[in-house]
């Protein structure tokens, strides 16, 4: 209680509080236009914290005083709010803040500490794991190799059988290789006790949800925004689809619209509105009531949604073709993995170019170095490329070959003509939070990178398009 305030004055405030008043100001990220100050009503995030604990313990992964969390993302974020503070507050489960430094390297030695039993990562947190154990199985030899070979093919088949429609179980040799090897994976990870790994606030390639769940790491999507209190939709252990979003929040509701592809939403965890602006609650909010996310999606036989794109960020070419980026992006980056960030370009264009960074070693402030890191090293080695800086890599005539022949393959691999990349650029610096690219949940700002590296992209267009 604030210094001057009386327990009357207190007693008071709380007394004239209303479900439906105001209760927090959650800011949109901000990652295609200005942040938006969206209202949650005290309803909202009551209603919304209850049937979420109510879906977790319908699938067996609920939170009681038992239950260890840890905090790292910023509070102003809505799934740091929800998951850090309120559903803490209804279930009774305790919260561990890590380090100020937890995004700069610290959260995994905080794991190691707290042992989560519940874990929600961004999809960078859990890239970063993957990357060190990527490092730690380059340096296996031998026998043990062969057996770390053969355990992550047992735990990958477990989790296939452990898809929504799928036979469960376990498949035979598990119990050994869980044993000898994924038990301890888990355990140097600090997610041995770890009941239900998530992943939100950003998509996450197949490929690092595949190699979680050969370690028997199973991650569930938790889909959602701000404007819908957080969470929509839920993948649950026996309700997994990998790639999915999962099904919708009990309670809640939501359909493709069939002109647009946009999936829309509507429930009790709807927002009251965006702060002051009267038009753009308008625009987000229909007069059913149903709450238009801005996301393109599926949803399959099954009820399962996978999002295809964000509408904001669809590409539409001077041709008219729509092209959702992040598709072409995830592609570019497999078949490339010197990359760390990829971002196509073409609104408005003739064809498709993209800017790209190179895999470095990150400051202690989360800045980029021009120090290539360690997978980005090992794939120079491959190609025989001695460059050990950003600067020598981009330099390089080896890179530029693997960069060119990478590129090919990806082309290769587009949907149609108008969705493949005909020209590219290799930028000196990686994205980060400092440099402004990157949000505080490490989603890319596209309207910033466009306006920061202009006349780049103007370069690649120069000429070409009058």
Partial sequence: MALGVTTEGLDARMADQRPGQCSTLIY??????????????????????????????????????????????????????????????????????????????????????????????????????????????KQTKGLKKSIATWAKKKGARKNQLAQFGASGGAPCGYGLANSLVLSKVRAALGLDDCRFC???????????????????????????????????????????????????????EWMVMPETRELVFRGRHTMMGYLAMEAETAAAIDADGWLHSGDCATLDEDGFGFITGRIKELIITAGGENIPPVLIEDVIKEELPLLSNVMVIGDKRKFLTALMTLRVVMDGDGAPTTQLDPKALEVLASIGSPATTSSDAIACVKVQTYLDAGMKKANARASSRAQSIAKYHVLPNDFSMPGGELTPTLKLKRKVVVDKYADVIESLYGGTEG
Wanted: with cysteine; aromatic share 8%; hydrophobic share 40%.
């Fill in 28 to 137: 949109t990220s901000g990652t295609t236009g200005n942040p938006k100050a969206v209202m949650l009503s005290h309803d909202n995030i009551t209603w919304t914290v209850a049937a979420m604990l109510e879906a977790q313990g319908k699938a067996g992964v609920g939170l009681d005083h038992n239950a260890r969390l840890v905090s790292y993302l910023p509070l102003s974020h809505v799934a740091a709010q929800m998951i850090d503070i309120h559903l803490p507050i209804m279930s009774g489960a305790k919260v561990y803040f890590a380090q100020p430094d937890a995004l700069k390297g610290s959260l995994g030695q905080t794991l190691k500490e707290v042992r989560p039993t519940f874990f929600l990562g961004v999809p960078r947190v859990w890239e970063k794991i993957a990357e060190k154990m990527w490092d730690i199985g």
């Fill in 198 to 252: 998530a992943v939100g606030a950003a998509p996450m390639s197949v490929e690092i949800l595949n190699y979680f769940s050969s370690l028997d790491i199973p991650i569930y999507d938790i889909f959602g925004q701000s404007e819908c209190s957080g969470p929509q939709s839920v993948c649950f252990p026996g309700a997994w689809k990998i790639g999915s979003v999962g099904k919708p929040l009990p309670g809640t």
